[in-house]
T-cell receptor, first 116, second 113 residues
Framework: EPEVTQTPSHQVTQMGQEVILRCVPISNHLYFYWYRQILGQKVEFLVSFYNNEISEKSEIFDDQFSVERPDGSNFTLKIRSTKLEDSAMYFC??????????????FGPGTRLTVL | GENVEQHPSTLSVQEGDSAVIKCTYSDSASNYFPWYKQELGKGPQLIIDIRSNVGEKKDQRIAVTLNKTAKHFSLHITETQPEDSAVYFCAANRPNTGNQFYFGTGTSLTVIP
């Protein structure tokens, strides 16, 4: 069964450093998402991406964050200057389509980001 | 904005018993409610979902009920097995968005053999 993959599984970085989290969505899916889950808290929406541009973003997704689909398969989340509070699990998700009827999201296994 | 509340936060049941997890939502325009199971070290996996045009949906040992008037929905797992042990999240879609969801805080289910 096709699945969403994410790398790395765990990323440790120093405060102020840039990190790039990578995701490979399911190949024929058209919509892509990043979510964040701080330890013990809710899964929170960050951003959605369609047709090579951001379609929606939350208030969490400030200027320190950016997303990119550099080729036909990868979908990346970049944090330019990490802060301690960026430590969380980051999940990528993809959807086949969004036709006005909400479609099923498939989540990747997540990347645990630890900012020291 | 939407607010999804989930109860209980932890739940322990004996193997073979039933487990029920409840969620409430605030935005009456939400019309899609998925449930996710998250095992240790893995991402959330969809296990069942329900749309607002039905009141109940069942898939083998798992069922979901929806009460639109009261704005709550519940996950029911019957004949629980140890492999059902995981964290379960409910979610509600954010209307007029491209598949944005609000998630509950999660329920850690432990099935005791």
């Amino acid at each position: 069964e096709p699945e969403v993959t994410q790398t790395p599984s765990h990323q440790v970085t120093q405060m102020g450093q840039e990190v790039i989290l990578r995701c490979v969505p399911i190949s024929n899916h058209l919509y892509f998402y990043w979510y964040r889950q701080i330890l013990g808290q809710k899964v929170e929406f960050l951003v959605s991406f369609y047709n090579n541009e951001i379609s929606e973003k939350s208030e969490i997704f400030d200027d320190q964050f950016s997303v990119e689909r550099p080729d036909g398969s990868n979908f990346t989340l970049k944090i330019r200057s990490t802060k301690l509070e960026d430590s969380a699990m980051y999940f990528c998700a993809s959807v086949l389509r969004a036709t006005g009827v909400t479609d099923t999201q498939y989540f990747g296994p997540g990347t645990r980001l630890t900012v020291l | 904005g939407e607010n999804v509340e989930q109860h209980p936060s932890t739940l322990s049941v004996q193997e073979g018993d039933s487990a029920v997890i409840k969620c409430t939502y605030s935005d009456s325009a939400s019309n899609y409610f998925p449930w996710y199971k998250q095992e240790l070290g893995k991402g959330p996996q969809l296990i069942i979902d329900i749309r607002s045009n039905v009141g109940e949906k069942k898939d083998q040992r798992i069922a979901v009920t929806l009460n639109k008037t009261a704005k709550h929905f519940s996950l029911h797992i019957t004949e629980t097995q140890p492999e059902d042990s995981a964290v379960y999240f409910c979610a509600a879609n954010r209307p007029n968005t491209g598949n944005q969801f609000y998630f509950g805080t999660g329920t850690s289910l432990t099935v005791i053999p």
